[in-house]
C-alpha cells in the first residue's frame, strides 16, 4: 500500500518527487555511527524524505546508545585509575562537584563532551596532569 507521500512533491526541496522506499541513514552518537535502514517516503532528488517508525530499529537504537554509553563509563574510570585520581580529585579537575565523577561512573550522569575530551587526552598524554 503507498503512503500518502508517494507521488507528491517533495516540500522540503521543491525538486523532487517523494516515491515510498528504503533509505540508509545514519546517527552519530558521542562520536559513534548508528546506522539503518529506514522505510518511508524519499525525495529523489534531495534524498531527504518521511521515514516511518519502525519498533525494531528503535530497540536496535536504543541497545546502541546504551553500549556507546556504557563503554564511555567504563573508558573515564580506566582512565582515572590509570592517571591514579580519586573520584574526587577527578571531579575538581574536571569543574564538577565532588560527586560528579562517582554518578559518571555509575551512568547516572552523561558527562559533558569536554569533560570526556579533558580525560581522554591525559589517557595519551598523562604528563599533563602535572600541569593542570
Known sequence: ??????????PICSEGILRDGKSKRQFEYRGQIFEFMARG????????????????????????????????????????KKLGLTQQQAAKLAGGGKNAFSRY?????????????????????PDLLREL
Do not use: Y
Not at 109 to 125: E, Q
Open 1 to 10: 500500500m503507498a503512503s500518502k507521500w508517494n507521488g507528491k512533491q517533495c
Open 41 to 80: 517516503a524519499f525525495c529523489d532528488h534531495c534524498h531527504d524524505g518521511f521515514p516511518e517508525h519502525d519498533a525494531r530499529e528503535e530497540v536496535a537504537w536504543l541497545a546502541f546508545r546504551d553500549r556507546v554509553d556504557a563503554e564511555e563509563v567504563a573508558e573515564l574510570a580506566r582512565i582515572r
Open 105 to 125: 561512573e555509575r551512568g547516572q550522569v552523561k558527562p559533558v563532551a569536554a569533560v570526556t575530551n579533558l580525560f581522554r587526552l591525559l589517557d595519551r598524554h
